[in-house]
């Protein structure tokens, strides 16, 4: 509708139709006549009334028999209409015929023609066409927003897609293992629901937090692997940036951020540390225990060498996980080289860094390597020739005792077989 | 033959000094003191804090291990296993101390020469080096079995390697638990070697304790199951003149035989002794077989 004039139109339509159906309804006071619009659009209605007279008798006239909710056609299929819940909904000032254009008298065809959301949400019913979703399903819109005499405004906690109601909307194909093996998907509702986004929906009831939607968008979802998905890789920062705008700016500056803005595909994305759907708080223990081997998964030389450490050896036990994982040290979100002097790893920032944790942190103390490798006699000769001389000691001394011990213990079985039990003492 | 021997009448014509009910067979059996009560305590607290040390340990060294995961998950985690494993040093350094001090009491008050020198010494001499040489052509047939003083060559091997052993792995460990205070002395690297050194020396303790000191202790056919000696601090005349030959008849030849003689071990105190000696021998061969599964899962 365009127009001043169309508006009118259609406002006086529903508050006429209001008016009409409480009578049908035989509901007296209706609001409709209890404040000023009401009256104005009373005053017009006389004149309006002629245009859309047909189409107000067609709904009371379908309603007529089809308010009965356990109407079933010939195939079984329910043809009924909840008349109170369709009139509140978003859709409840059309009329039947609007979408059911098929159907234009009594008795109705045999075949009625599917109902095309297309005709008024173009743009939606394109985005939908190139979407993951778009061969998905018969009935692609009701398969989200439910059935099409039932949808809310987004904004209505009764709607499929209002905010908190989107995971398990979503969830209903998604957590089907079913569907999930016959489109080869992970099995992310779960997973989401128990992350800190799925929490903050479900329990704490945020409207901010993300859900499905934030990230995957709604109609036009596309493969993580299209480069317009918002859940492409080089994508990712600005998609989770929409809410964490100070963590994406952090991570913007930092060599990730910069490398993957330079095209690097091999550079972490919020995603690729925190994973997609199970994100955990950072300071749980599980998260520092995971996320060491992701750094790992990419720096295996650095990681090799940490996993050296006592820091690393002590981490993977788990139940303290206080002790130093890469981030603690590199920084997390903003990482620079070493090189910079903003950088937690900088030497001059050594002490600050490590300090830290250990509160007498000193100039020699902060020359620990925490990526020695006592393997490499060129990279740390000191500490090549340490562990040398250690594994000589110990192997020479267990390979010298292990056998003089074996050669013993056997002499002396053989000594105490060829004594006898009772014979044994007499002879020695 | 400490267990053997009492079953075996034939051979031990004077009595059965375990078998409760024949008191007069008992008084017989002669019994010569090997160890004093200190000297048996020193070792319940050395092997108590050892095995404390390496149960906490090893999960340290093997943190990858799954094993190791789990007794860390059990017992509160790392942050308990960390605690226990200080506990255990700071005992062990205690007892190590008390022993510094009884030497230099022993030595400097006493002016006991014995300890440094001379057949009662623990410092290694010129026969320790024939016996090694002897004890192994012995081994394989080659010369007849060589006779010991008071403490045979693997024996005073096993004090100086624990010895040496808790002065490195002690001084390591105290490095790594007051790193920023030892940094002041120490170069950067050393705090990196100081792990390298702890964890290699453990596991020699670790693989030495739990497979040559038991073996050629109390595991080998002369001694199985387990030489009674350092829990009693008693022997019998039979152990002692097999054992400890040259010991035996010097003191013999000096007439301080008889002055050595002591009581029969209380019978309750043995049978308690030894579940204590079997219970930290058990742990030991399962913190044996978990080590080299450790060391050879991971390597």
């Known amino acids: 509708m365009a127009g001043p004039l169309s508006a009118l139109l259609g406002v006086?339509?529903?508050?006429?139709?209001?008016?009409?159906?409480?009578?049908?309804?035989?509901?007296?006071?209706?609001?409709?006549?209890?404040?000023?619009?009401?009256?104005?659009?009373?005053?017009?209605?006389?004149v309006l009334l002629l245009g859309f007279c047909s189409m107000l008798r067609a709904q009371t006239d379908c309603l007529s028999c089809h308010a009965d909710k356990t109407m079933q056609d010939a195939a079984g299929h329910s043809v009924g209409v909840d008349a109170d819940t369709f009139h509140a909904s978003i859709h409840g000032s059309l009329g039947c015929t609007d979408c059911h254009t098929s159907i234009k008298q009594y008795p109705h065809p045999d075949h009625a023609a599917a109902v095309k959301c297309v005709a008024c949400h173009a743009d939606q019913a394109t985005g939908l066409a190139g979407s993951v979703h778009a061969a998905v399903s018969a009935q692609p819109c009701t398969s989200c927003h439910g059935d099409a005499h039932t949808i809310f405004p987004k904004t209505d906690a009764r709607s499929a897609v209002y905010p908190l109601n989107i995971p398990r909307t979503c969830g209903t194909c998604h957590s089907d293992p079913a569907l999930a093996k016959k489109y080869g998907l992970q099995n992310v509702y779960s997973v989401y629901m128990d992350s800190i986004h799925g929490y903050a929906v479900s329990k704490e009831g945020l409207l901010v937090a993300a859900n499905c939607m934030s990230c995957h968008g709604s109609h036009n979802i596309l493969s993580h692997k299209d480069p317009l998905s918002p859940t492409y890789k080089t994508n990712i920062p600005n998609t989770c940036g929409a809410c964490h705008g100070?963590?994406?700016?952090?991570?913007?500056?930092?060599?990730?951020?910069k490398a993957v803005a330079g095209g690097n595909l091999n550079a972490p994305v919020c995603s690729d540390c925190h994973t997609a759907h199970a994100i955990l708080q950072p300071t749980l223990a599980d998260f520092r225990m995971q996320s060491t081997p992701i750094c790992?998964?990419?720096?295996?030389?650095?990681?090799?060498?940490?996993?050296d450490t006592f820091h690393s050896q002590l981490g993977l036990l788990g139940g303290y996980v206080e002790t130093a994982r890469c981030w603690d040290?590199?920084?997390?979100?903003?990482?620079?080289?070493?090189?910079?002097?903003?950088?937690?790893?900088?030497?001059?920032?050594?002490?600050?860094?490590?300090?830290r944790c250990h509160a007498d942190a000193n100039a020699s103390f902060v020359k620990y390597q925490p990526h020695a490798n006592p393997r490499d006699r060129k990279l740390n000769p000191p500490l090549y020739f340490t562990r040398f001389f250690m594994n000589l000691l110990l192997w020479s001394v267990l390979g010298f005792f292990s056998l003089h011990t074996l050669l013993w213990f056997i002499r002396a079985k053989r000594e105490q077989g060829n004594a006898g039990p009772a014979e044994e003492e007499k002879h020695d | 033959?400490?267990?053997?021997?009492?079953?075996?009448?034939?051979?031990?014509?004077?009595?059965?000094?375990?078998?409760?009910?024949?008191?007069?067979?008992?008084?017989?059996?002669?019994?010569?003191?090997?160890?004093?009560?200190?000297?048996?305590?020193?070792?319940?607290?050395?092997?108590?804090?050892?095995?404390?040390?390496?149960?906490?340990?090893?999960?340290?060294?093997?943190?990858?291990?799954?094993?190791?995961?789990f007794f860390a998950r059990e017992v509160g985690g790392f942050g308990a296993i960390l605690f226990f494993h200080k506990f255990c040093a700071v005992v062990l350094t205690l007892a190590f101390l008390y022993h510094l001090k009884d030497l230099a009491t022993r030595a400097l008050v006493h002016r006991e020469k014995g300890i440094f020198w001379g057949p009662t010494s623990m410092v290694?001499?010129?026969?320790?080096?024939?016996?090694?040489?002897?004890?192994?052509?012995?081994?394989?047939?080659?010369?007849?079995?060589?006779?010991?003083?008071?403490?045979?060559?693997?024996?005073?091997?096993?004090?100086?390697?624990?010895?040496?052993?808790?002065?490195?792995?002690?001084?390591?460990?105290?490095?790594?638990?007051?790193?920023?205070?030892?940094?002041?002395?120490?170069?950067?690297?050393?705090?990196?070697?100081?792990?390298?050194?702890?964890?290699?020396?453990?596991?020699?303790?670790?693989?030495?304790?739990?497979?040559?000191?038991?073996?050629?202790?109390?595991?080998?056919?002369?001694?199985?199951?387990?030489?009674?000696?350092?829990?009693?601090?008693?022997?019998?005349?039979?152990?002692?003149?097999?054992?400890?030959?040259?010991?035996?008849?010097?003191?013999?030849?000096?007439?301080?035989?008889?002055?050595?003689?002591g009581d029969k071990p209380v019978y309750w105190w043995e049978n308690f002794a030894r579940v204590i000696g079997f219970t930290a021998i058990l742990i030991g061969l399962l913190l044996l077989v978990l080590t080299l599964i450790g060391y050879f899962g991971t390597a």
Not at chain 1, 12 to 27: P, T
Not at chain 2, 209 to 221: A, C, D, G, W, Y
Not at chain 2, 222 to 246: A, C, H, N, Q, Y
């Open chain 1, 12 to 46: 006086a339509c529903v508050a006429a139709k209001r008016c009409v159906l409480n009578r049908y309804r035989f509901v007296s006071g209706s609001p409709a006549f209890s404040f000023g619009r009401g009256r104005l659009i009373a005053a017009l209605a006389p």
């Open chain 1, 246 to 257: 100070g963590v994406m700016a952090e991570y913007s500056a930092g060599v990730h951020g």
């Open chain 1, 296 to 307: 790992g998964s990419c720096h295996k030389g650095r990681f090799a060498t940490y996993q």
């Open chain 1, 329 to 355: 040290c590199h920084g997390a979100h903003n990482i620079l080289p070493a090189s910079d002097p903003n950088s937690p790893v900088n030497p001059a920032n050594l002490i600050k860094t490590c300090g």
């Open chain 2, 1 to 69: 033959m400490t267990d053997q021997t009492p079953t075996v009448p034939a051979e031990q014509p004077e009595g059965q000094p375990q078998d409760g009910g024949q008191p007069q067979s008992s008084a017989k059996e002669k019994y010569y003191v090997r160890f004093t009560l200190a000297q048996r305590y020193l070792h319940v607290v050395l092997f108590s804090s050892f095995l404390g040390l390496a149960a906490t340990g090893l999960p340290m060294r093997f943190s990858d291990n799954p094993a190791a995961r």
């Open chain 2, 124 to 261: 290694p001499n010129w026969k320790d080096v024939q016996d090694v040489i002897g004890h192994l052509r012995w081994f394989v047939g080659l010369g007849p079995k060589p006779q010991f003083e008071r403490y045979a060559y693997w024996e005073k091997f096993d004090y100086w390697a624990v010895f040496w052993g808790m002065i490195v792995i002690g001084f390591s460990g105290y490095a790594m638990w007051f790193a920023p205070f030892f940094a002041r002395f120490l170069p950067g690297w050393a705090l990196n070697a100081v792990l390298v050194i702890h964890g290699e020396e453990a596991l020699l303790a670790i693989l030495f304790i739990f497979s040559i000191h038991f073996v050629n202790t109390h595991l080998r056919p002369d001694s199985f199951p387990m030489d009674m000696v350092i829990f009693t601090g008693k022997e019998t005349d039979e152990e002692f003149r097999k054992k400890r030959t040259l010991e035996y008849q010097r003191l013999a030849a000096q007439g301080k035989l008889e002055a050595r003689i």
